[in-house]
């Protein structure tokens, strides 16, 4: 049923100097998408929409920026709306629907 919110979490790894979604499980939550960087990352992971950036462009396309460990509850009720970068190297992130 659309618009009913789900309790679910996943993870993407492999995230690199293309912006990729988060996922693509259609889903939806009731407040947002909780947002964790793997404590392994070396670089930076950039949260945003689509056709994000990892802080070298525009300041109108660049990402949210988490280190490794950071978290944040992105207010979107779609993940599948959420993309993900990273200037250099790969990362991996975890998110939990909320």
Same mark, same amino acid.
Request: proline share 5%; charged share 10%; glycine share 10%.
């Given at each position: *049923?659309?618009? !009913? +919110?789900?309790?679910? @979490? ?6 690199? $100097? %293309?912006?990729?979604?988060?996922? %693509?499980?259609? *889903? ?7 947002? *964790?960087? $793997? %404590? &392994?990352? &070396? ?5 945003? +929409?689509?056709?994000? @950036? ?5 300041? #109108?396309? #660049?990402?949210? +920026? /988490?280190?490794?460990?950071? $978290?944040?509850? !992105?207010? !979107? =009720?779609?993940?599948?709306? =959420?993309?993900? =970068? %990273?200037?250099?190297? @790969?990362?991996? /992130? &975890?998110? *939990? /629907?909320?």
């Amino acid at each position: *049923m659309a618009g !009913v +919110p789900e309790f679910s @979490t996943g993870s993407k790894t492999g995230i690199g $100097s %293309t912006a990729v979604a988060i996922t %693509t499980r259609e *889903m939806n939550a009731s407040r947002g998408v909780q947002i *964790m960087a $793997s %404590t &392994s990352n &070396s670089v930076a992971v950039y949260i945003g +929409p689509q056709g994000v @950036t990892a802080g070298t462009s525009s300041a #109108d396309t #660049d990402g949210f +920026p /988490l280190a490794a460990g950071e $978290s944040v509850v !992105v207010p !979107v =009720i779609e993940p599948n709306k =959420i993309y993900a =970068i %990273t200037a250099s190297s @790969t990362a991996s /992130l &975890s998110f *939990m /629907l909320v």
